[in-house]
């Protein structure tokens, strides 16, 4: 488990993705069984497929590579830590190539992680300042990842069972993760954590939450490590698939693009003290996210991410109105000028996040917090909606749907006359309304829209954070301003 960066890799292919993959399996348990090799799985394996497309697309496309500081090699863009604003820009474009791939369905690309190490390693001194040797860690730890090119998972949220309490005060002690033991090489972590995404990746980051801030008395639960997801002990207890073996006519986008979610459990897994970063310190786990810029580097890569899948949702939007004649409706234009709007207002967000983007105390090229946190805290509400719109917009014909052993068989000559559109024929009608029914109606769809709602927090709380952090005083002080002055005007 200890940090080799002598036999790095650089930039990996999709095949040795696939190989890491067969031989050091997560132990992954799914369906009351474990799962020995995902790869070949029928509810997994073409989700990691789709991860290990993203590899070879990068060497593909060079401007998804980058040459490391260190060893020279070629490595990935999404790993690199900028010091100017073309870096910066430069790491976009990378991110938005590879979220295009995927109609930013993939919310766990391994960019989202990559930002995060990339953030930490960056402000490792204030992960260091009482031990040093924990912003030491963080800055080998990302090293290591970037030359060895793995992808991260990563679990920040306790167990579920009772919210009106905190962390230490839940019935049973070790219910959340916690320290069990410290030792003179490392930590013994016993308890679980939800929630996993991605649990086929190489490594698993079980780091604080960003939002659910801790208490003194929380402190054994209070660290941020990261360790090899094939650690001894460690358990990945995966949801329903919902890539239920259909083909990718019938199902397009749950037959390639499902990431999967677990919950981690870890069984007395012993944690070497090299790959600890945060530890005990309250406050410091607390804090850790926004003042290294880990978070500004993932609500960068979201926002990236949610340009791709906003632009899929116009051209989607756009295309099923032609297909059955509807875009000369003032109701499903008002629908259309609604997308667009929200695809403008992502890429705003995300210009501006660049744009007055600076140099933070550490030397990175930290893009512009404020509409970073605009934007995670508005497209919660901006993806339901828009998934309602096509549902709006689609009605019957998201159910009026025949598959394509229907469109093959005995029926096909009938199925040919009656699914043709007002501009298309049926056999382009029936995979357009496919992926609109995959966008807004079944089990992946709906699981998108849970996913947009909470993976970066509860937006309650993320609401009140940004209420918490932002000063209004200036704003507060002009409408004070011209209330004094009504005072004295005499109409
Ligand atoms: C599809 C999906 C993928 C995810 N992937 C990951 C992942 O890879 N890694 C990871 O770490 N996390 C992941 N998450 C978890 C995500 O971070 C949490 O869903 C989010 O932080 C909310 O926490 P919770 O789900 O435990 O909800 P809870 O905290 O249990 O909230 C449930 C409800 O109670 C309300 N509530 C609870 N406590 C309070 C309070 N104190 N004040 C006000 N309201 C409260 C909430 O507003 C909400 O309505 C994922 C979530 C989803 C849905």
Redesign the pocket.
């Given at each position: 488990m200890s940090l080799t960066i002598s036999q790095t890799v650089g930039a990996r292919r999709s095949q040795q993705v696939l190989e890491r993959l067969h031989t050091n399996p997560p132990n992954i348990w799914y369906d009351g069984k474990q799962i020995k090799d995902p790869a070949s799985h029928p509810h997994f394996r073409n989700g990691v497929q789709s991860l290990a497309a993203l590899y070879d697309f990068q060497w593909a496309n060079p401007q998804c590579l980058y040459q490391s500081p260190t060893s020279g090699d070629k490595v990935s863009r999404t790993f690199m830590i900028p010091n100017t604003v073309e870096e910066l820009k430069s790491v976009t474009a990378a991110m938005k190539m590879r979220a295009d791939t995927n109609f930013g369905m993939m919310?766990?690309m391994p960019d989202y992680l990559n930002r995060a190490m990339a953030g930490y390693a960056s402000g490792a001194a204030y992960l260091g300042q009482d031990d040093p040797r924990l912003g030491k860690n963080a800055k080998n730890y990302y090293e290591y990842l970037r030359e060895n090119d793995l992808s991260m998972?990563?679990?920040?949220?306790?167990p579920?069972a009772n919210?009106?309490v905190g962390t230490a005060q839940q019935a049973d002690p070790y219910l959340a993760a916690r320290v069990k033991e410290e030792t003179k090489d490392g930590l013994v972590i016993r308890g679980c954590?939800?929630?996993?995404?991605?649990p086929i990746a190489d490594e698993i980051m079980v780091?604080p939450?960003t939002?659910?801030k801790n208490v003194p008395e929380d402190a054994p639960y209070a660290f941020g490590f990261s360790i090899p997801t094939n650690t001894p002990g460690l358990k990945f207890l995966v949801r329903e698939s919902f890539d239920y073996g259909h083909s990718h006519y019938d199902h397009p986008l749950s037959s390639r693009y499902e990431e999967l979610?677990s919950v981690v459990m870890f069984d007395d897994v012993f944690v070497p003290w090299d790959r600890v970063m945060l530890y005990r310190d309250v406050d410091r786990c607390n804090s850790a996210y926004g003042r290294t810029g880990a978070l500004a580097g993932m609500a960068h890569q979201v926002a990236v991410k949610n340009l791709a899948k906003t632009e899929f949702l116009v051209g989607l939007t756009s295309l099923l109105a032609n297909s059955i004649g509807i875009e000369s409706f003032q109701h499903i234009q008002e629908k259309l000028s609604e997308v667009w709007v929200n695809m403008e207002t992502v890429r705003a967000f995300l210009r501006v996040a660049e744009e007055d983007a600076a140099l933070d105390e550490y030397g990175m090229m930290r893009p512009s917090w404020d509409p970073l946190d605009a934007c995670r805290n508005l497209y919660p509400r901006l993806y339901p909606r828009m998934v309602e719109i096509l549902q709006q917009m689609g009605a019957s014909g998201l159910v009026a749907m025949p598959t394509e052993a229907d469109v093959r068989g005995p029926m096909a000559e009938e199925i040919r006359r009656y699914f043709q559109g007002a501009r298309v024929e049926a056999h382009d009608r029936i995979p357009l309304f496919r992926l609109a029914w995959d966008t807004c109606l079944s089990a992946f769809a709906s699981?998108q829209v849970?996913?947009e709602?909470?993976?970066?927090?509860?937006?309650?709380?993320m609401a009140?954070a940004l209420v918490a952090s932002h000063d209004r005083t200036k704003y507060m002080d002009r409408v004070r301003a011209f209330l004094e002055k009504s005072k004295n005007d005499v109409n």
């Open positions: 919310g766990r998972t990563h679990t920040l949220i306790t579920q919210r009106a954590r939800m929630l996993a995404t991605l780091f939450s939002l659910l979610d699981r849970l996913y709602r909470f993976f970066f927090g509860d937006p309650v709380r009140g």
